[in-house]
């Protein structure tokens, strides 16, 4: 496969491009922005999969009745340190935010919080919600189940979603961002890769027939991704897959009850609670010192520490990103469609 041209665009006009198409959508202004903001900051850490690359299905997804655009998220039920948040089929990031907000209160009330969402539809990036927790001295953890476009380890059919999971550790220096899908790869960087028109690494996707396959092409004609890991991938996407599913109340998405959409679960806790923040942030910051400050496997390089990507990238696309123009083509045409 030939490799397509990139565009470089600012970041302004990438928010004002999703910011006019979402409103176009029939999202509230504040929402419209709230949405483009999470994308245009996947776009900004080096995330294309998670940016703008999305708007073609967002648009399909009202198109279908899948998103209801104005929705506003609900606190449906609220006991102790437990919190379920009802999506009502509006976008994801709007009830992903809600839930970050709910779980950081009641985390400093109660030194932990669980908090779930249901009828929710893509979240986006799930590293932007544990990082806004960490950001506030807090440990975050989310996970959420979707759509089957997994096969089991052992399997060839789609069995399971993406099934992403995030952990954020604060130190005194900048936090640990643990964001990774269960699958070998996001299935957003697979669209990245067929308008790029590059393949994809070996072991990431099989085809229609069980076959291993590099062409992204072939997920989309009826093949599946593969987990990470092989077995251990497989054991943390199923655990994924049944607490996010099960625990929200959206079901896990091989039942016949599932709900489309992602189940989400969100933990905060609080070291005051625990051992107390100083003590906390002095064996968190201690340890990733040493670890980053460890012999490197070749010379000259660096140990880093999840999350220093893509805050390197974050330092260099202040005002411009790059992208792919075959999707910043579809960003124009489907403004220009609407």
Known sequence: MSQAENRTIAVADAEEAAVDILMKLGTPADRAAEVAHSLVLAQIVGHDSHGLVRLREYSSFVDRGLVVPDAEPEVISSRGAAIMIDGHHGWGQVASHAAVVAGVKRAREL???VVTVRNCNHVGRIGEYVDQIAEQGLVGMMWCNS??????????????GTNPFAVSVPTANEPVIVDFA?????EGKLRVARAAEVEVAPGSVVDKDGQPSTNPNDFYNGGALLPFGAHKGYGLSLAIELLGGALSGGHPSVNESYVSGNGVVLIVVAPDFFVGSEAFLADTTEATEVITASTPSTPGGKVLLPGDVERAHAAKNVDQITMSSAIWDDVSAILAER
């Open 182 to 186: 269960t699958a070998s790869v996001a």
């Open 147 to 160: 759509d089957p476009c997994v096969a089991p380890f052992g399997g060839a059919e789609r069995m399971l």
């Open 111 to 113: 030194g932990v919080a």
